[in-house]
């Protein structure tokens, strides 16, 4: 797997990891501020899942991408 394949992968996981966190914190948090927080990193998270996934896209097209991934 090349490292921009591997990069990629890891940074969709972790934006998947920022969306399950800001759904836990909101379902945990007890005032509003939290829950601006918490929509902050959601919606972050949807972005660079989405920057992510086009970019990998791009490879796939380009035929860099390892199938592996």
Known sequence: MKPCDQNIKLTILLAERMIELADQGD??????????????LRDSGYKIKQLAENEKRKHIAKGWWDESC
Request: contains cysteine.
């Open 27 to 40: 379902d945990d948090r007890e005032d509003t501020g939290c829950g601006i927080l918490y929509g902050m």
